[in-house]
């Protein structure tokens, strides 16, 4: 089934900039009459509800942390993309556009990805207005680094606190409107339901996560900006909170749900040491710039390494292997996300990981140290051959660029990654799929908006390095104040949404039984027991390589499962005050459901592109091989009360001004 011809997806033109001049506005004077609720604060939610009551709008700002500076946000290190060619290297509008299609396999809407490349230049003046922090040469012009999938330096940076700086760029915005009484901020309250009014998301049902209250909050429009749900897999780089539910919520009220299986495994994180873990931690892929990967050639070299007999500073030059030097010459280290991740696998399923675990290999700076120190030297006309002098000024120069995120590896792993190199493993990260949104960030339930990671518009099967926080605060500050005043426009008189409504009464008893019944459960497993076991599920069936047997076999082990944590889980302490063991039980739930919605799409797509590799669909050398003529196609899932019963609904995927080709970075 196609999605309906009637909802738009694009203008035809793919002009931003002619589009928004064509959609109807709100009279400055009427905005006051209009409240919005926005469900999450981190760079997409934040920059949406500051610029949403700048804009006039009365704003209910939801965040299950203690502060919106608390948002996974914060944790975003490398950069944010834009095209504004301050290199002179040759980017532009369509150069960022059409890598980004290309780095997304050609599985994104190009009408969204040309929206986002247009905008991307305004986002940094935005965030330099309000006083971000971000990297600088040394005339005093902005900074930019590489990052994977491109062959042009436009990532701007903050160091390796990126995130952190426009996060807080954000909150400042916030407070602001706080302080003016536009926004009014519910920190530590989580949404638990979405409220429908006549077809419309007309409110919610929160729990106020320090006394256990379940609260109804109503407005014209609910906005969700809650983040992905990596998490689904336990061990992933969020935050241990980040979570599905408010998305989740929606999809059971009536928003389509897309591509869920398109996940992002990050290629350089800190790799897994044991079953004590309960997260883990990504190392910015700015740190490919310089850094370069690799293992030893020779498998005995691997096996004494692993066993302690060998360190990587003692394995020659000659006798290691740069595999996707060797394998992506034009690209190098700067191969996109899945490129790497599957690389890094296939080197260590043949043997050649590099820690005790097997699945491991290396990310060393030796050469950019050396190349550094050198340059530095002649600067300085200084001796170029004096090896400690070139090591102390190279040194200076990456602990520049990078300091932070070598202080964090080694306060980790008890190693000094200047002088051994780091050992790095793919691990989730980022979630492509999420509710599915027209051009107007508008889910299939009318006045529920999706922005930012919650949603599944801008970035196919893959997304590049440094696009994240670009999606977010493009969304927030640049697309959404425009569209949801076209659909506001006729909410003018409608007055105050009354929360005694039986639609709220139906939500609230919802909800209450869910937590009535967790509460009263009397089983004898934790919530992370469970959660846990659904991770080791996705992680080994539905992870970086995925077959149709494990597929299946991962839909009937997670309903399995998910029945089992209905009868046996056992939640402590009392529903009315601060309880994070219900907290967890109440995600978790989600989780089981999503997990096998989650497999079924991934069953279901017999092709791999980006991040879903099916290991029955690839080239003679292990590369993603795409199927354009039966999957080019977003795949929208209906919720109809068991996940493996979703109806699936197609968008089609046009491309106008790119041509489909195979996806080569050689």
């Known amino acids: 089934m196609k999605l309906d011809s009637k909802i738009p997806q694009g ?41 949403l009551a700048e804009l006039g709008y009365n704003v209910k700002a939801f965040c299950y942390q203690d502060s919106p500076r608390r948002a996974h946000s914060i944790a975003a290190q490398g950069g944010i993309n834009a095209a504004k060619n301050y290199q002179g290297d040759g980017d532009s509008i369509y150069r960022l556009f059409y890598d980004t299609v290309k780095g997304g396999d050609y599985r994104a809407r190009e009408a969204n990805v040309h929206r986002l490349s247009e905008v991307s230049a305004n986002i940094i003046d935005q965030c330099v207005a ?10 005093g012009l902005l900074d930019n680094r590489s990052f994977g999938g491109t062959q042009v330096s436009r990532t701007f940076y903050a160091k390796g606190q990126t995130g952190q700086q426009l996060l807080l760029g954000a909150y400042s915005a916030m407070n602001r409107q706080i302080g003016r009484g536009k926004i009014q901020m519910y920190n530590r309250h989580e949404m638990l339901d979405l409220v429908l009014v006549d077809g419309k998301a007309r409110g919610i049902i929160a729990r106020n996560l320090i006394n256990g209250e379940i609260e109804r909050h109503s407005g014209h429009a609910v906005v969700i900006a809650t983040g992905g749900y990596g998490n689904v897999f336990f061990l992933s780089t969020n935050a241990m909170g980040s979570n599905v539910t408010a998305a989740w919520k929606a999809h059971k009220r009536g928003a389509f749900f897309a591509n869920p299986c398109f996940t992002q495994i990050h290629p350089t994180c800190i790799p897994v040491t044991g079953d004590h873990q309960s997260k883990l931690t990504l190392m910015s892929e700015s740190l490919r710039n310089d850094g370069r990967i690799w293992v030893p050639k020779n498998m005995e070299d691997a096996v004494a390494i692993r066993e302690g007999r060998l360190k990587p500073t003692q ?52 050469s950019a140290i050396e190349r550094y120190g050198k340059e530095q030297a002649r600067i300085h006309h200084l001796d170029e051959n004096d090896a400690k002098l070139v090591y102390k000024l190279g040194k200076e120069v990456v602990e520049n660029k990078y300091g932070n995120l070598f202080q964090m590896y080694e306060k980790i792993v008890d190693e000094d990654p200047y002088t051994t190199p780091m050992m790095i493993y793919p691990a989730v990260h980022y979630t492509m799929g999420g509710v599915w949104v027209d051009y107007n960030l508008m889910s299939t339930i009318e006045g529920c908006y999706v922005i930012g990671e919650a949603n599944f518009s801008d970035h196919g099967a893959n997304r590049l390095g440094a696009s994240a926080l670009m999606q977010g605060l493009a969304d927030g500050y640049f697309v959404l104040p425009y569209t949801i005043g076209d659909y506001l426009a006729d909410d003018i008189r409608t007055g105050a949404i009354p929360t005694d409504l039986p639609e709220f009464d139906a939500a609230e008893k919802n909800v209450q039984d869910m937590i009535d019944h967790l509460m009263n459960n ?136 790119i041509k489909l080709v195979t996806r080569s970075y050689k």
């Open 315 to 366: 394995i020659a030059e000659e006798n290691r292997d740069y595999y996707l030097e060797r394998r992506y010459p034009s690209f190098g280290n700067l191969v996109p996300r899945d490129v790497a991740s599957r690389a890094a696998k296939e080197r260590c399923d043949a043997g050649y990981g590099v820690n005790a675990t097997g699945e491991a290999v290396y990310l060393d700076f030796a």
């Open 522 to 657: 009397k089983g004898s497993h934790s919530v992370d027991y469970f959660h846990k076991k659904l991770g080791k599920i996705m992680w080994d069936k539905v992870g970086m390589a995925r077959n149709a047997q494990g597929l299946n076999e991962a839909m009937d082990e997670i309903a399995a499962l998910r029945e089992e944590f209905y009868k046996d889980v056992k939640v402590s302490g009392i529903a009315e005050s601060f309880n994070q063991e219900l907290e967890k039980a109440l995600r978790v739930a989600d989780f089981l459901e999503l997990g096998e919605l989650f497999a079924k799409d991934a069953l279901h797509r017999e092709e791999s592109c980006g991040g879903h590799f099916r290991e029955e669909h690839q080239t003679e050398d292990g590369e993603a091989q795409r199927d354009d003529e039966n999957f080019a196609y977003a795949a929208a899932w209906e919720y109809k009360g068991n996940p493996r019963d979703a109806v699936l609904h197609k968008e089609d995927l046009v491309y106008e001004n």
């Open 11 to 51: 203008p035809i033109d793919k002009k931003w900039s002619d589009y928004k001049n064509h959609i109807k506005l709100v009279n400055p004077a009427n905005k006051r009459n209009i409240d919005v609720i926005v469900v999450g604060t981190g760079l997409a939610g934040g920059s949406a509800a500051a610029t």
């Open 130 to 139: 309000q006083g971000v922090p971000l990297a600088r040469e040394y005339g």
